[in-house]
C-alpha cells in the first residue's frame, strides 16, 4: 500500500502554511517550494487541487500567496486526504479491479475485498478524528494521540 507523492506534499505544504496562520503571513509558491524541496511546478499544482479543495486562499499582487480557508482546528485529515487522493479503498474498487470478466469472480464471498474494507476503516478511525492542528505538534504527541485512538477503535 502506498500513498502517493501529491499526498505526502500536499501535507507538508499545508502545514508549511498552517505554521504561519496565527502571524497572518501568506507563503509564495517559491517560498513553499524551497522550504519543501519540492519543485515550483509542482508546489503549484498541489496548492492548486488544496484551494479547489477549499483548505486554502489565494491572495494576488505584492503580499499575494497562500493561506490557510480555515483555522489548522478545523482541517480534518480525512477531507485533505480526499481530496488529494482519494481514499485506499473504496466500493467501486472491486468493479475496476474485476480482471478480463465483467465482473469479479470472487464478488459474492470475497476476503480480499474484506481485507481492504478492513484497512480502510482503520486508517478512517485514525483520520477522522486528527486536524491539521495534530500534524502541527511533535511526532511523539501524536503517536500518543494516534495509539489512544487506534485502542479505542480496536476495543468496539
Known amino acids: 500500500m502506498k500513498f502517493s507523492a501529491q499526498e505526502e506534499y500536499g501535507l507538508r505544504c499545508l502545514l508549511r502554511i498552517a505554521k504561519f ?3 497572518g503571513k501568506s507563503l509564495t509558491i517559491p517560498e513553499i ?20 479543495g477549499g483548505f486554502l486562499q489565494a491572495g494576488r499582487g505584492q503580499f499575494g500567496g497562500y493561506t490557510l480557508s480555515r483555522s489548522p482546528e478545523e482541517i480534518k485529515i480525512d477531507e485533505v486526504m480526499i481530496v488529494l487522493g482519494g481514499k485506499l ?13 465483467d465482473f469479479c469472480t470472487n464478488s459474492i464471498d470475497c476476503s480480499v475485498r474484506s481485507l481492504w474494507k478492513i484497512i480502510q476503516d482503520s486508517v478512517n478511525s485514525v483520520i477522522k478524528n ?27
Open 21 to 23: 496562520y496565527h502571524v
Open 130 to 156: 486528527l486536524t491539521l492542528k495534530d500534524l502541527m505538534g511533535s511526532e511523539n504527541d501524536l503517536f500518543e494521540m494516534v495509539n489512544h485512538s487506534s485502542a479505542k477503535f480496536l476495543n468496539n
Open 33 to 52: 517550494s524551497r522550504s519543501e524541496g519540492i519543485s515550483e511546478h509542482n508546489t503549484g499544482k498541489i496548492l492548486r487541487v488544496l484551494r479547489l
Open 89 to 101: 479503498y473504496d466500493d467501486s474498487f472491486c468493479q475496476s479491479h474485476s480482471g478480463a470478466s
